[in-house]
């Protein structure tokens, strides 16, 4: 029960106009009698509204979202050296963190002049594509690199590694570095550096910077992102 409701939540896209009971269905590939009978309930718990052209998330999944409270903790104890970090490169600074196989992007200062990123809060896309999320994997458990070679390592961008092996050796490199690059695996034209925020020996997040490698050297901006990371990290106790 709870693996389908899961699925009804995740037919919501960002963006979209509300949904009819038929196409949840769709997306879910859950059967449409069984879809109509969930749908219901979580309206009744205000998971989900009813709307004039059918059904939509419901407040009270904001509220819930309002309650997570490792990641508003997280945000308040970047965002000044995010806001300085952006203002210092004049680029796009992202903060992410690892849910299974990939990146959920919890904070993100765009720059006046950025280029369209794939990129917004709340989004999700596969850790190995990423900068940040290549930076989480490298301090992942083996299991998660075994759970993406099993899902296998598709192209999102123009670039992307879709090897196994090539994937390690980078990953081997950033835990030596503890700075990652990425150049158009997430999408054309766009590149960023990114570097892990430890706390007691794990990487609790990652923060990058994105530049369009049509304008910028995202070797330049490698260094700021470093520093940053690493004074984050000495302070990273302070996160509940």
Do not use: W
């Not at 210092?88 to 950025?114: C, F, M, P």
């Not at 989480?136 to 999102?156: C, F, N, R, V």
């Amino acid at each position: 029960m709870i693996f389908r409701v899961s699925e009804i939540l995740k037919a919501f896209h960002f963006g979209e106009k509300p949904l009819t009971v038929t196409e949840i269905a769709a997306r879910s590939s859950i059967p449409k009698a069984s879809t109509a009978r969930i749908v219901t309930e979580l309206i009744q718990v205000g998971l989900l509204e009813r709307d004039k052209d059918g059904v939509r998330l419901g407040l009270r999944l904001f509220e819930l979202g309002q309650l997570a409270n490792r990641s508003a903790d997280l945000r308040r104890f970047t965002y000044q050296s995010m806001l300085e970090l952006g203002q210092a490169t004049g680029q796009t600074v992202h903060l992410a963190v690892l849910d299974g196989t990939e990146v959920v992007y919890v904070q993100i200062l765009r720059s006046k002049n950025a280029p369209p990123l794939p990129s917004r809060v709340g989004g999700r896309l596969p850790a190995y594509a990423t900068g940040v999320g290549k930076v989480l994997l490298a301090y992942a458990p083996e299991s998660t690199l075994s759970d993406i070679e099993a899902s296998g390592l598709l192209p999102i961008g123009p670039r992307t590694i879709t090897d196994l092996s090539k994937l390690r050796t980078e990953l081997e490199a950033i835990r030596i570095n503890r700075l990652g690059f990425e150049t158009e695996e997430s999408s054309a034209n766009l590149a960023c550096a990114a570097a892990p925020i430890i706390q007691n020996g794990k990487a609790i997040a990652a923060i990058s910077v994105t530049v369009d490698i049509r304008q910028t050297d995202i070797t330049r901006v490698g260094p700021a992102v470093s520093a940053v990371a690493r004074a984050l990290s000495r302070n990273a106790a302070k996160i509940n």
